[in-house]
């Protein structure tokens, strides 16, 4: 079963606007982090805010927040005012801890979404 | 300061030679990870060392792969013998053990192989 799911292959915004970039995930651990990176054309993975999953506020980080919804496992990326330098593909990741080893586990990411900001 | 750094950055080369991609992870941080990317499979886990001992080998496709992270600030990656199918870009990762609200995962630049 897939452990993050992002069922937005492409998107598009107008420039200056919001838009919200989808994300589910599924894991049975009670211990992980969420995360969101931005791959532009260039190929570089930038990191762009973290969610752990105790944290009981949305994360936030300038122009980007996680909409965090634990019930419903999902970690929406939201990006205001948006720019043309934000058109990338972003992807979204989870990484799960394991409490009895006290050990963290490898990032496990989803297929992506392609986002274009138009002028 | 310094991020994760990658070489070689881009390498073309014959199928049926040794490749070996090199990292040096974030002075401090105890995780190195590799991940390689593909259009057909996207991002896909190799292998992780945590205090340089290797965690999790079962995204490494086939004996063809090893890798080894002989001390804290560097690791490789070796294919031997490339094949065509190997071309992908090739992400080094690391990072600190998550403490308390705080977890970053940096990726390198990746390393761009094409095996011809």
């Known amino acids: 079963a897939q452990k993050i799911t992002q069922t937005q292959p492409g998107m598009f915004v107008q420039e200056k606007e919001a838009v919200t970039l989808d994300c589910t995930y599924d894991?049975?651990?009670?211990?992980?982090?969420l995360f969101w990176y931005k791959q532009p054309s260039s190929g570089e993975m930038i990191f762009l805010i973290y969610q752990g999953s105790y944290d009981e506020q949305n994360a936030t980080e300038g122009r980007y927040s996680l909409n965090f919804q634990k019930a419903r496992k999902s970690a929406n990326l939201v990006i205001s005012a948006s720019q043309l330098g934000d058109s990338a593909m972003y992807f979204c990741?989870?990484?799960?801890?394991?409490?009895?080893?006290?050990?963290?586990?490898?990032?496990?990411f989803g297929s992506g979404t392609q986002l274009t900001v138009l002028p | 300061d310094a991020g994760v750094i990658q070489s070689p950055r881009h390498e073309v080369t014959e199928m049926g030679q040794e490749v070996t991609l090199r990292c040096k992870p974030i002075?401090?941080?105890?995780?190195l990870f590799w991940y390689r990317q593909t259009m057909m499979r996207g991002l896909e886990l190799l292998i992780y060392f945590n205090n340089n001992v290797p965690i999790d080998d079962s995204g490494m496709p086939e004996d063809r792969f090893s890798a080894k992270m002989p001390n804290a600030s560097f690791s490789t990656l070796k294919i031997q013998p490339s094949e065509p199918r190997d071309s992908a870009v090739y992400f080094c990762a690391s990072s600190f053990p998550p403490r308390g609200r705080v977890d970053t995962i940096y990726f390198g630049e990746g390393s761009w192989l094409t095996v011809v």
């Open positions: 002075s401090g941080h105890d995780y």
């Open positions: 894991t049975s651990d009670q211990s992980y982090g």
């Open positions: 990741a989870m990484r799960e801890f394991s409490i009895s080893s006290g050990s963290a586990r490898q990032l496990t």
